[in-house]
T-cell receptor
Framework: DAGVIQSPRHEVTEMGQEVTLRCKPI?????LFWYRQTMMRGLELLIY????????DSGMPEDRFSAKMPNASFSTLKIQPSEPRDSAVYFC???????????????FGPGTRLTVT | AQSVTQLDSQVPVFEEAPVELRCNYS??????LFWYVQYPNQGLQLLLK??????LVESINGFEAEFNKSQTSFHLRKPSVHISDTAEYFC?????????????FGTGTQLKVEL
């Protein structure tokens, strides 16, 4: 399996622009997670989905952030409008439901490094 | 709700020396426990996990961790480290009764192996 795929790997944009980050989870996984990592705040869970349905979005910083999962193999995280403080590495991760297969460990993608100038 | 404490933000150690990275968790329910490793400019990779059974779990590259329920700890150890072990290590916990899929991560410990 190719693992979790994220695109783009790097994104540089100007303040006020819309940014869309993309994620393809591991085939068969039914949980998908979006995280943000910064030096100041560490690793933060933004939102997660189960069977394409958002379960907990309490970590989404504000209304400028939105996430969708239109099908089992694709998710997006959108920031509109972007601000310099959104600069971070954004990770997507996926996992099996622990009730159906194996353990609940998450598999992480390589991340998208976002820089907002 | 669970929480994870990694007391050491940085641990410097000489190559071939032993190392212990400490992890304590807080939870009122049964838990799953994990250690992840993050190399520079990469995503997190699962190092080892405790789900049930033997309280001592091992990774393929010589790390081990022991689940201690009475002390609510899951410390990571390696008897002899290598330069290539330099990375950031994250401890994580999840609630078994909730399915265990949502992980709560610690703040990470930067392991720096020196010659």
């Amino acid at each position: 399996d190719a693992g979790v795929i994220q695109s783009p790997r790097h994104e540089v944009t100007e303040m006020g622009q819309e940014v869309t980050l993309r994620c393809k989870p591991i085939s068969g996984h039914d949980y998908l997670f979006w995280y943000r990592q910064t030096m100041m705040r560490g690793l933060e869970l933004l939102i997660y989905f189960n069977n394409n349905v958002p379960i907990d979005d309490s970590g989404m910083p504000e209304d400028r952030f939105s996430a969708k999962m239109p099908n089992a193999s694709f998710s997006t995280l959108k920031i509109q409008p972007s601000e310099p403080r959104d600069s971070a590495v954004y990770f997507c991760a996926s996992s099996f439901s622990s009730e159906t297969s194996g353990g609940p460990e998450q598999y992480f993608g390589p991340g998208t490094r976002l820089t907002v100038t | 709700a669970q929480s994870v404490t990694q007391l050491d933000s940085q641990v410097p150690v000489f190559e071939e020396a032993p190392v212990e990275l400490r992890c304590n968790y807080s939870s009122s329910v049964s838990v799953y426990l994990f250690w992840y490793v993050q190399y520079p400019n990469q995503g997190l990779q699962l190092l080892l996990k405790y789900l049930s059974g033997s309280t001592l779990v091992e990774s393929i590259n010589g790390f081990e961790a022991e689940f201690n329920k009475s002390q609510t700890s899951f410390h990571l150890r390696k008897p002899s480290v290598h330069i290539s072990d330099t990375a950031e290590y994250f401890c994580a916990v999840s609630d078994k009764s909730g399915g265990g899929n949502k992980l709560t991560f610690g703040t990470g410990t930067q392991l720096k192996v020196e010659l």
